[in-house]
């Protein structure tokens, strides 16, 4: 839908961003919506707002102009957003001249005269902006030779095998790949929060898998989906933050999640997140063991968990094996100061019976001229989610209008659509699959 997604959803997005423990959002190389901005300032969520242009630069004096303009315009037009921390001066990935990168700086400094501009950009030795990010080697190398403070601006993703890196997979791709991705998050999360010195933070590329136009048509690099749906490697982050940390729901709980389905060739390694001082694993009613957080050894990077690379977290997974192979219900019990706190349960689920439909709310309910994302789940008779692939789901509405395709599949239980409201305080949505059928109606708020 591109520029024509709502207002309502452009919150919703930063809404979830901020609700995981995120607190800095890079966004993308073209005019932000204001409405995503507002809703930065409105969350508490930082921002760094790029000029457009990517892998390019010509010495045309006309497009250094228009370049010059976008310096400019951008900064004029949104320097009142408090959110706004870092404003990037520079084409993505480009290597214009020196010169070009010290008039990009000296016109912001112009455009917020003060002591609270601060740019950034790739720096390729040089060394004008404010924060440089991170120079990126071969490899995992991603030294701040600039003397100044650092920001590794992407990781996660390229690193780990390119175009086709084992960090781009879809939620579909079943558990191993999934647990594959948010290793890849753990281990380049760790490596990098304290490896190199004066760097001030990182951000992972990317939070949702996106429309790409190149290469590929969609990039899975995402720690949730196109359609927001969160891969495993979300809830590494979110149990990142200690208790009591605020988010825009209230305060951070304490919680434990396990990465996984349970419904695959059972593997008798199970991970747990959490930030919590110690986990209990009970499997069918019987404790399997309860422990500490991993204390293992960093290391190179290995493709797989090994119970260390997490030294430099502030909640390292807790890491059990040796777990018989049983299918059932496996439930992680959190513990602080030697006090239950939370627990979390994922079962094995049944045969297919129903589907049930929800959409992404994300901190604002349904209004009028709105975009929404719509879920149909597959769910067994006990509410299980049924992680299957490739059936098709077919959705129609009344008081609303599908954009897109009106039959999506099933992917990891769930088929995903996209639904305009409009001026009408209710919209009725159908979904049939697999020889069931359900319906809900939606009421619509004020717009």
């Known amino acids: 839908v591109g520029n024509a997604i709502s207002d309502?959803?452009?919150?919703?997005?930063?809404?979830?961003?901020?609700?995981?423990?995120?607190?800095?959002?890079?966004?993308?190389?073209?005019?932000?919506?204001?409405?995503?901005?507002?809703?930065?300032?409105?969350?508490g969520l930082l921002a760094i707002e790029p000029i457009p242009g990517w892998q390019f630069f010509n010495k045309n004096p006309l497009f250094i102009s228009l370049t010059h303009r976008d310096v400019r315009d951008m900064i004029r037009r949104d320097r009142n957003h408090p959110s706004i921390v870092m404003w990037e001066t520079t084409l993505n990935e480009s290597w214009p001249p020196a010169e070009w990168k010290e008039g990009v700086v000296k016109i912001a400094h112009e455009e917020l005269p003060g002591d609270q501009c601060f740019t950034s950009g790739d720096s390729y030795g040089y060394k004008g902006f404010d924060v440089c990010y991170n120079d990126w080697e071969e490899g995992f190398k991603r030294p701040n030779n600039s003397g100044k403070p650092g920001f590794i601006r992407e990781y996660y993703d390229y690193e780990f095998g390119g175009h086709y890196s084992t960090t781009r997979i879809r939620r579909g791709d079943g558990e191993k790949a999934q647990l594959q991705n948010a290793w890849n998050a753990q281990w380049s999360h760790n490596r990098y929060r304290i490896y190199y010195p004066k760097t001030m933070g990182d951000a992972v590329w990317s939070m949702y898998d996106y429309n790409r136009g190149c290469c590929d048509n969609i990039c899975y690099s995402g720690v949730a989906d196109i359609f927001r749906l969160p891969k495993f490697s979300l809830s590494f982050f979110r149990t990142q933050i200690a208790e009591g940390s605020m988010l825009p729901s209230g305060k951070m709980p304490y919680e434990v999640f396990i990465p996984a389905y349970r419904d695959e060739i059972l593997s008798e390694t199970v991970m747990v997140y959490g930030n919590v001082d110690e986990v209990e694993l009970v499997l069918n009613g019987k404790?399997?063991?309860?422990?500490?957080?991993?204390?293992?050894?960093?290391?190179?990077?290995?493709?797989?968990?090994?119970?260390?690379?997490?030294?430099?977290?502030?909640?390292?997974?807790?890491?059990?094996?040796?777990?018989?192979?049983?299918?059932?219900?496996?439930?992680?019990?959190?513990?602080?100061?030697?006090?239950?706190?939370?627990?979390?349960?994922?079962?094995?689920?049944?045969?297919?019976?129903?589907?049930?439909?929800?959409?992404?709310?994300?901190?604002k309910p349904a209004t009028k001229n709105d975009l929404l994302i719509v879920y149909v789940r597959m769910l067994d008779k006990q509410g299980v989610l049924c992680p299957v692939n490739g059936?098709?789901?077919?959705?129609?509405?009344?008081?609303?209008?599908?954009?897109?395709?009106?039959?999506?599949?099933?992917?990891?239980?769930?088929?995903?659509?996209?639904?305009?409201?409009?001026?009408?305080?209710?919209?009725?949505?159908?979904?049939t699959g697999k020889g069931f059928s359900t319906r809900k109606s939606l009421k619509v708020g004020k717009e």
């Open 8 to 43: 309502q959803a452009q919150y919703r997005d930063m809404y979830q961003i901020r609700s995981n423990g995120f607190n800095i959002v890079r966004l993308g190389h073209y005019p932000q919506a204001t409405a995503a901005l507002d809703a930065c300032d409105e969350l």
């Open 391 to 431: 059936i098709p789901v077919e959705l129609s509405v009344q008081g609303g209008e599908i954009v897109g395709p009106t039959s999506y599949p099933l992917e990891a239980g769930v088929a995903s659509f996209l639904v305009r409201t409009g001026e009408i305080s209710k919209i009725n949505i159908n979904a």
């Open 287 to 363: 404790t399997i063991r309860r422990q500490t957080a991993d204390k293992g050894p960093d290391s190179d990077y290995i493709p797989v968990p090994n119970g260390g690379n997490g030294k430099n977290l502030h909640f390292p997974p807790f890491t059990f094996y040796g777990v018989p192979k049983e299918r059932g219900v496996l439930k992680a019990v959190g513990y602080h100061q030697g006090k239950k706190v939370a627990e979390y349960t994922v079962k094995t689920p049944g045969v297919p019976e129903r589907l049930d439909i929800t959409y992404f709310e994300s901190g």
